[in-house]
């Protein structure tokens, strides 16, 4: 029963940054892999950055340069630091988690929305 909250999502405009923030339940975030994934409309889903429970990230080559995946332990919570906002990074944006042996486990999504 993992449960994942999200918050930072929200409109901004080019160019701007947003900040988002994925709180984990549980006692073993220290060994979860974390990531982000983004669908925008009539879009696939897909992986926009993730950090392993060692601290490997990768991210898509769409958002290298821009975009930063971190995590506190203490608190476990996973952030991404948005930067250079484009209007191609509209998207709803989601949260995941994956513990070993277990499923993986999804947030509700918070929306991007970047516009002039």
């Known amino acids: 029963q993992v449960q994942l909250v999200e918050s930072g999502g929200g409109l901004v405009q080019p160019g701007g940054s947003l900040r988002l923030s994925c709180a984990v339940s549980?006692?073993?975030?220290?060994?979860?892999?974390m990531g982000w994934f983004r669908q925008a409309p009539g879009k696939e889903r897909e992986l926009v950055a993730s950090i392993t429970r060692g601290g490997t990230t990768n991210y898509a080559d769409s958002v290298k340069g821009r975009f930063t995946i971190s995590r506190d332990n203490a608190k476990n919570t996973v952030y991404l630091q948005m930067n250079s906002l484009k209007s191609e990074d509209t998207a709803v944006y989601y949260c995941t988690s994956k513990r070993a042996y277990l499923p993986r486990s999804w947030g509700q999504g918070t929306q991007v929305t970047v516009s002039s």
């Open positions: 549980g006692r073993i975030f220290g060994i979860t892999d």
